[in-house]
């Protein structure tokens, strides 16, 4: 079945700088991708997703690239604020065509003021 | 609320009783899922439902007995649960095969005593 690795598992930046996280996933036949934000002690909320026939989304500060020959996709956050502290998870469909998302092991973002 | 809506939120039991979580979606979605949400683990996916029919079981232990009696609801039964069930349980629903994102409800957070 399918296998999400995600890195890192913490990351901390200074507001205004860039964050990048990156995950590799191991079924060729996963066809799309989301990132999740989840705030403390609240639900995880979609924030962006890519398909398979797509290389590159943007949507104003977040922007997923996918590289379908080496199976990896990345969530780059541009202008970073104090809000975007969270944890995040990315998630690739697996070939059963039942909609199920295998998740990544999350990254722990922390912008500091 | 996004139109997923899970109840108790917060739920303290013993290891010899019963109780139940719900899912309650008004999406229009035709798959449900329950995953278990563990500190520093990702979300483990635990039982997918698609047009109300089991059709995935995540090697999930027989002390959870999910039940989907139509397409908005979802049912958790457990008993006999162990402390470390302890987690957050969130429920989220889809569009289903076609691989839309999921939308999550804010969970029930279990405390097995």
């Known amino acids: 079945g399918e296998n999400v690795e995600q890195h890192p598992s913490t990351l901390s930046v200074q507001e205004g700088d860039s964050a990048v996280i990156k995950c590799t996933y191991s079924?060729?036949?996963?066809?799309?991708f989301p990132w999740y934000k989840q705030e403390l002690g609240k639900r995880p909320q979609l924030i962006i997703d890519?398909?398979?026939?797509?290389g590159e989304k943007k949507d104003q500060r977040i922007a997923v690239t996918l590289n379908k020959t080496a199976k990896h996709f990345s969530l780059h956050i541009t202008e970073t604020q104090p809000e975007d502290s969270a944890v995040y998870f990315c998630?690739?469909?697996?070939?059963?065509?039942?909609?199920?998302?295998?998740f990544g092991q999350g990254t722990t973002l922390q912008v500091k003021p | 609320e996004t139109g997923v809506t899970q109840t108790p939120r917060h739920l303290v039991m013993g290891m010899t009783n019963k109780k139940s979580l719900k899912c309650e979606q008004h999406?229009?979605?035709?798959?449900m899922y329950w995953y278990k949400q563990s500190a520093k683990k990702p979300l483990e996916l635990m039982f997918v439902?698609?047009?109300?029919?089991?059709?995935e079981n995540n090697s999930v232990p027989s002390r959870f007995s999910p039940e989907c009696p139509n397409s908005s609801h979802l049912f958790l039964h457990l008993h006999t649960l162990q402390p470390e069930d302890s987690a957050l349980y969130l429920c989220?629903?889809?569009?289903?095969?076609?691989?839309?994102?999921?939308?999550f409800g804010s969970g029930t957070r279990l405390t097995v005593v």
């Open positions: 989220a629903s889809s569009q289903g095969p076609a691989n839309y994102g999921y939308t």
């Open positions: 079924d060729s036949a996963s066809n799309y």
């Open positions: 890519i398909r398979s026939n797509v």
């Open positions: 998630a690739a469909s697996d070939s059963s065509n039942t909609g199920k998302l295998i």
């Open positions: 999406l229009g979605h035709n798959a």
């Open positions: 439902y698609s047009l109300e029919e089991r059709v």
